[in-house]
């Protein structure tokens, strides 16, 4: 049963952006932040039931491609279509439960004619289980090449548009296309979706904002999402214009998965620095608190299909071209590079390191090649022509200056290779090379060793015996996401060009049974995780983030890109205005507690004292005989009194209760505690410490207490000193009559036994 969208493309985009017929939909409902009163998305409020647990499991896998090959028939002028054996989408499925049904919803490599689009979406939905998306091909330009590979992917690798010439700067239109194509993505899993029990798993950068689409709709949606590039530091994330937009969209998943730590680290730093958010680890998981929600953290590279790079091993065409290559390079080493062509893969680099180990060891001419793959790139742009040029360049001059007739020490090969190729001559190589600059996973290593291991086809072509020992060696940057998982390999600084020139050297020069162990240390970690392997942890850890969906009360608050769930225990229970009016008229005795900042005033407000409307306000409250009304406070019965000097018959309690205060003529009254203070000419040095310490930290003094304060402070190391604080404190103050305790952004100490309602019952009111 399909289902529509409900959202207007409008909420978020411009009108004039939108040159494609908007999705019918309904009225949705005013969404509040007024405090009190949460309104529920509708079906959301009021604790459900789980779906039935004997239904069969559907997974819903979004990519911004399908798994899927598509060529038009230039005869009959059909479409044909084939399911992509490379596709990462297609793979990861081998690690979900039997019997899992799969739908796959994204877009098609080839842009398909509006006329043909609704049979072909019926092809491919009864055929291969997969929903296509169509996207205008002017929100295609934009969103794609434009949004995604112009703007967003330099920037997740640290490159920052300083100028034109480096990347391009922040276009308002390209956003806007951006949250276009991701709406359209939405609306397409809301037509294949069964919200009480499918799983959702969005995948890259392509999609980041998605997550907020499908929470606006279903509160309790199952949805994951896994990042494939990195996740840039706080430092380099936090010049994205539209930062908190992606944040908050990534948060409205249930589970956000990494390839390594430094992404996570990276990302929950953001959160932590630019949305005020705290993170802990629970029993080995990771998670932010979220409005009630915990997003989970998910840390798990992702491994590579062994069945399907085996097969192109032992695919006849492979044999072959490996002994030509074996023929062709006879009585040389193979160094192997096998990178996309863009600016990030640092293949100049490698170049002029091979370079720099020829001039340091001129020995090695004729006896070492570099074989060097360029695949395709994956987007156009005067960067990665640039690039290119360079490579070319680069290879040109070293093989000018090194070769001679018979012998090149840079092979290029600008050509779109196909698998059973690459298999050869990762089958040959002696070492294999991954120099980039900074790269999400980079699976090429894992594929090296794999191939390495060899196969009994492979084996008999390049005369090798089955049980002679395997060997490999693989030299990588320290800024792929694959280093940290290949603890056997030599890794390096591509930027260091020495260095990659040393570590080439210990890689072709070192003793087999050196290389026979790094082999197999590798080839044990690899063949165990692969991309079943990671599929399948990122489900489970998928299921278990959901399992509370059912068991808490969820509210939709917020607008647009800022909507989020508001998740509470199921005792709460939203306050009713009606109910609220109705109890207050009926009783003759009411007692009304305020709270100041962050209630009365603004958190955030700069300017303390009360409004004239709060005044009025309380004025209003104040002058109902029945009504005795209290603002209680923190801050000191000085700055309290002045400010609510017009207030005559509110009571005020200051000092959390330290000091009471009935009305405006009443004096002053202060809690039966030990007129001892000497606790404060220990704790005040201590203070003093860490505020010198610790920039954009400072010191409340109260009569009763002392209150350290770090929210203007950075806030990790703020956070990190106010737990150094506590600990301190509590170890200088044990014998003394105080509480030592943490707060919202503080660290307090005051006297025990202070309790506001000990000092309201000598009134006899309570």
């Known amino acids: 049963m399909f289902s529509r969208s409900c959202i207007s493309l409008l909420e978020l985009a411009s009108g004039d952006m939108l040159n494609f017929p908007p999705t019918p939909r309904n009225l949705p409902r005013l969404m509040t932040t007024v405090r009190g009163i949460m309104p529920e998305i509708e079906g959301s409020g009021g604790l459900q039931s789980p779906p039935p647990p004997d239904c069969c499991e559907k997974i819903i896998v979004v990519a911004n491609f399908l798994p899927i090959n598509a060529q038009k028939d230039v005869n009959s002028g059909k479409w044909c279509f084939s399911l992509d054996e490379d596709s990462l989408s297609l793979q990861l499925t081998d690690g979900f439960p039997p019997g899992t049904k799969v739908v796959f919803v994204g877009s098609l490599k080839v842009e398909i004619d509006i006329s043909e689009q609704e049979v072909v979406s019926q092809k491919l939905l009864e055929e291969f289980n997969c929903a296509p998306t169509f996207l205008p091909s002017d929100i295609q330009k934009k969103y794609y090449h434009g949004f995604c590979k112009q703007y967003l992917w330099p920037l997740f690798h640290y490159m920052m548009p300083m100028c034109l010439d480096h990347g391009n700067r922040f276009d308002r239109k390209l956003w806007q296309a951006y949250v276009c194509a991701n709406k359209m993505f939405a609306d397409k899993v809301m037509e294949v979706i069964n919200p009480e029990e499918d799983y959702v798993w969005v995948h890259d950068y392509h999609l980041m904002i998605l997550p907020t689409f499908l ?123 096998v990178d996309d062509m863009d600016i990030f893969k640092g293949i100049s680099l490698k170049f002029l390191a091979m370079e720099k180990l020829l001039l340091q060891r001129p020995e090695l001419l004729g006896k070492i090649v570099l074989v060097q793959i360029l695949n395709p790139a994956r987007s156009t742009g005067k960067d990665v022509q640039e690039a290119k040029r360079e490579t070319y360049m680069t290879a040109t001059r070293i093989n000018e200056a090194f070769g001679f007739p018979g012998y090149e020490p840079i092979t290029l090969i600008d050509r ?112 165990s995780h692969d991309v079943a392997y990671w599929s399948r942890s990122f489900f489970q850890d998928l299921e278990r983030a959901c399992k509370d969906h059912y068991s808490k009360r969820c509210w939709g608050i917020g607008f647009g890109l800022n909507f989020r769930i508001l998740s509470l225990s199921p005792s709460f229970r939203k306050l009713s205005i009606d109910h609220i009016l109705s109890s207050y008229r009926k009783t003759s005795r009411r007692a009304i507690f305020l709270d100041y900042d962050g209630t009365v005033v603004p958190q955030t407000s700069i300017s303390k004292p009360p409004s004239p409307e709060v005044i009025s306000v309380l004025n ?55 007129a001892d203070v000497e606790w404060k000419q220990i704790a005040e040095p201590v203070m003093k410490l860490y505020t010198e310490a610790t920039d954009g930290s400072y010191i409340e003094t109260k009569e009763s207490a002392l209150v ?53 019952q000598t009134k006899s009111f309570l």
């Open 215 to 337: 929470r606006k709709h279903f509160a309790r949606v199952k949805l994951g999402f896994f990042l494939h590039s990195p996740f840039p530091s706080s430092e380099i994330y936090r010049s994205l214009p539209v930062r908190d937009e992606i944040l908050r969209a990534l948060l409205n998943a249930d589970l956000v998965g990494f390839h390594t730590f430094d992404y996570a680290r990276h990302f929950l730093s953001c959160c932590s620095r630019m949305l005020g958010l705290e993170y802990e680890s629970k029993r080995g998981y990771i998670g932010v608190d979220y409005f009630g929600r915990r997003v989970n953290i998910k840390i798990q590279p992702v491994g590579i299909h062994l069945g399907w790079l085996q097969s192109a091993l032992n695919h006849p065409l492979s044999s072959t071209k490996a002994e030509q290559i074996q023929q062709q390079f006879k009585g040389k080493k193979l160094i192997l590079g």
């Open 416 to 527: 779109d290779v196909p698998l059973y190729e690459k298999t050869a001559y990762y089958s040959l190589a002696e070492c294999c090379i991954v120099n980039a600059v900074r790269d999400g996973m980079n699976l090429m290593p894992y594929k090296y060793t794999i191939c390495r291991q060899g196969t009994p086809k492979m084996d008999e072509a390049l005369s090798l015996s089955s049980d002679s020992p395997r060997t490999s060696t693989l030299v990588v940057s320290e800024f792929i996401g694959c280093s940290p998982s290949l603890s056997g390999a030599i890794r390096v600084n591509p930027w260091d060009v020495e260095a990659v020139a040393d570590a080439l050297n210990v890689a072709i020069t070192m003793p087999d049974v050196e290389k026979h162990l790094r082999h197999e240390k590798h080839y044990k970690y690899i063949s």
């Open 620 to 674: 209003n409250l104040c002058s109902d005989p029945k009504n005795i009304v209290f603002m209680v406070s923190g801050r000191g019965k000085k700055s309290l009194g002045e400010w609510f000097s017009q207030c005559e018959n509110l009571g005020i309690a200051a000092e959390h209760g330290y000091f009471i205060r009935w009305s405006r003529k009443s004096d002053w009254e202060t809690a039966p505690l030990a």
């Open 708 to 760: 350290w304060h770090h929210q203007d402070a950075d806030p990790y190391f703020g956070s990190c000193q106010a737990m150094e604080l506590l600990d301190h404190l509590e170890n200088v103050l044990a014998n003394e009559p105080v509480v030592v305790k943490r707060g919202q952004q503080i660290v307090e100490v005051k006297p025990q036994g202070i309790i506001l309602k000990d000092l309201l």
